[in-house]
């Protein structure tokens, strides 16, 4: 039985103590400028490997930007800021068009589209196309995750959790198109996800959804049955084609027995890589992972998760070594080989055009940052390929060897940026309004520090460059858990954007301290996965303990007007620490934070779940818990279309508050998500929090 750890308040923790230089104060500026950088993402290479797409997002403002012929510039022309999310964007084979999915269903990937515009009708999620010349829009359909034939004659996606297509035809090189009326290209008996054709349009696969497994199911066109890859007792996904078509190889994992709880261990039987005829559904498993270190599957959220080498190598990532590493295979079996060797952790992964190596993002040589690294698929040793004082993510293959990324520091935004002779250029189809402050904003200092049982934890401290002797402090902590803070931009929108608060919380006079606990990704296994965290103990809390201890040790912080904020997990973390600790945390902002882990985890599996021991656990090591001691002003936050988070847990826990007569601020947002999608909604939400703590904690400005 996992047992509750115990929170020493004495942290035996060594601080680093920096002397701000006599400086002139900073240029105070406001939340909108600071949140007016465009954030690009999504990006992606044409099929041939010649021309670049990614999505530029700006003041709510969604837009599809494309690099051709040597030419950066933007596809679609939305305006408003309407929480219409655009994901999966792609280019038609002739690089003419582009398609991509506006809206989204959120966590789930199913149900009512989210509209936080609160419209008297929502707007479907539907699938785009773009005219690259022309400049017109074209709505082929209602449904998401769309993916274009390589025939460039049809569109496939996922709607109502089977798959449609229609038929594309253009008769003036592209500039307009027209399309058939979309119809079910074939049907399976559970719920279908991630269409993936064949490398010559003539079959389509797809994870087949049936409860207790999954299957991966092929459909050519016009035949009359399905083949499925290998079935088994087993959930089967992230398939990929072979280069010729010929085969698919897909991950296999262990199905759940019945009554499978989430505070059983995982299953025992180690996952396995499986390939089979694309034509038949024969085939086999190629490779199993041992048992130990790395026989569950755990990979980034990426789609893909195989690649093939045009020589039949299977390309993967396993952390036998408590590191997630890449790793070869052959096609036809074999054993394994480790391509990075290391104490790092490879993340994002896209084979070179020419398939004999694969591109891939890594914090080899700096575990608090973010460069591209290249390495064969015959082995060698690994290449820097990016790297400086910036962070690099999201590598693209083009066909000349060259390869772009997007590229982002402390004071510049995320842009996407060409790799090509040996030098780097912008090809940013947005540039960076003149408001945005970036000489104002101060370099994170990366640092460590130990927490009572002795982890090393890293973070980033913020000082304020006004030359003042003390100033009020907060602790940052992130979300997920599963997540890492780097020293500047983040990869995901939504770090971004609490980076740039922060910014703006340093410009009012705090020093933030931003935390890197246990349950983060990056620093292996085993800070990972760490026992009795989250409502297994909440182990990670020592960690937000022992930022805060390296915070009153350091001679320029009031430790009387010490704070916390944070979101989602970071928020359940923030009202975890006025709970238990009003007596260290003055004040804290909780948005979209967890309350009572035994209601979270009977939603989640609808129905009671655990032992009344497990209960007596999960409850402990909720906020919901302290709520008797729970004595320093706290501003709560959350959208009721909350999909990640139920919005039943802030109700819960507001009027819990309320009933004992809590100093309570909140921030109720009709219709809004988890993490906020139109922008006046989280501009609104990121100076309330702003004014919020700079009024209990007494920031200068």
Not at 119 to 137: D, E, F, M, N
Not at 600 to 625: C, F, K, N
């Amino acid at each position: 039985m996992k047992r509750l750890y115990g929170m020493a308040l004495a942290l035996g923790c060594a601080a680093l103590v920096f002397t701000p230089a006599a400086a002139a104060p900073p240029a105070l500026f406001s939340m909108d400028d600071v949140l007016s950088a465009p954030f690009v993402e999504d990006l992606t290479a044409s099929p041939d490997h010649r021309a670049l797409v990614w999505t530029v997002h700006e003041r709510g403002a969604r837009n599809v930007a494309v690099w051709k012929d040597g030419v950066a510039r933007n596809v679609t022309s939305y305006a408003d800021d309407d929480g219409a999310e655009l994901d999966a964007v792609q280019f038609t084979p002739d690089e003419s068009a582009v398609v991509f999915e506006r809206g989204g269903a959120g966590q789930d990937g199913g149900g009512e589209n989210p509209d936080p515009t609160a419209p008297a009708k929502r707007a479907p999620r539907r699938i785009v196309l773009a005219s690259i010349a022309g400049g017109s829009t074209l709505e082929l359909g209602e449904g998401g995750e769309p993916a274009v034939s390589p025939k460039g004659d049809r569109v496939a996606w996922i709607a109502k959790g089977q798959v449609v297509s229609a038929t594309l035809s253009t008769d003036d090189h592209g500039k307009t198109w027209s399309a058939g009326k979309p119809e079910p290209l074939f049907t399976v008996r559970g719920t279908a996800s991630a269409p993936l054709w064949s490398p010559d349009g003539s079959r389509i696969a797809v994870v087949d959804h049936r409860g207790d497994h999954t299957f991966v199911a092929i459909y050519a066109l016009g035949a009359k049955d399905l083949v499925f890859a290998a079935p088994d007792f087993a959930n089967d996904g992230f398939p990929a084609w072979s280069p010729d078509g010929t085969s698919i190889a897909l991950v296999r994992r262990p199905a759940r027995a019945i009554g499978w709880s989430v505070y059983d261990d995982p299953p025992a039987q180690p996952w396995s890589i499986v390939v089979a005829d694309a034509r038949t559904g024969a085939g086999r498993v190629v490779w199993r992972a041992d048992r130990g270190m790395g026989h569950e599957f755990s990979a980034p959220g990426d789609a893909a998760h195989l690649w093939w080498s045009r020589d039949g190598e299977i390309g993967f990532m396993w952390e036998k070594d408590g590191w997630r590493h890449l790793y070869a295979v052959p096609a036809r079996g074999g054993a394994a080989r480790l391509l990075t060797p290391g104490a790092f952790e490879v993340e994002q992964v896209t084979p070179t055009a020419d398939r004999t190596a694969l591109l891939y993002t890594s914090n080899q040589g700096d575990l608090d940052s973010r460069h591209v690294w290249k390495v064969a698929f015959a082995g060698g040793a690994p290449g820097r390929v990016s790297g400086g004082p910036t962070n690099q993510w999201s590598p693209a293959a083009l066909g000349d060897g060259s390869f772009a990324f997007i590229d982002a520091g402390y004071a510049n935004p995320p842009q996407v940026t060409l790799f090509a002779s040996g030098s780097t250029h912008a090809l940013s189809a947005e540039p960076t309004p003149r408001v945005f402050p970036a000489s104002a904003l101060v370099e994170p200092r990366v640092v460590t520090f130990h927490a009572p049982d002795g982890l090393l934890l890293h973070g980033q401290l913020l000082v304020p460059a006004d030359g003042a002797a003390r100033h009020p402090a907060l602790v940052f902590v992130h979300g997920g858990p599963q997540r890492q803070i780097l020293p500047g931009f983040n990869t995901m929108e939504a770090y971004t954007d609490l980076y740039e608060l922060t910014q703006e919380l340093v410009n009012r006079g705090f020093e933030v301290l931003s935390i890197n606990y246990r349950d983060g990704i990056m620093y292996g296994h085993d800070f990972r996965e760490p026992p009795h965290r989250g409502y297994l103990g909440a182990s990670e809390y020592q960690d937000v303990l022992a930022g805060a201890t390296f915070l009153r040790a350091r001679a320029d912080v009031d430790a009387k007007r010490l704070g916390i904020y944070g979101l989602s997990y970071g928020g359940y973390l923030t009202a975890l620490a006025l709970a238990r600790n009003s007596d260290i945390f003055a004040a804290g902002a909780d948005m979209s934070g967890v309350h009572d882990w035994r209601q979270i985890l009977d939603a989640w599996m609808e129905h009671p779940v655990g032992t009344a021991q497990q209960r007596a656990i999960a409850y402990a090591s909720s906020p919901v818990s302290g709520i008797a001691t729970l004595r320093s002003p706290i501003f709560l936050s959350q959208g009721d279309d909350d999909r990640n988070v139920p919005f039943a847990q802030g109700v819960d826990f507001a009027e819990r508050l309320r009933d004992r007569g809590a100093d309570v601020t909140d921030l109720v947002t009709p219709d809004e998500t988890h993490e906020y999608i139109v922008y006046a909604h989280e501009l609104a939400l990121y100076q309330a929090v702003s004014n919020f703590l700079a009024a209990r904690l007494h920031a200068p400005r």
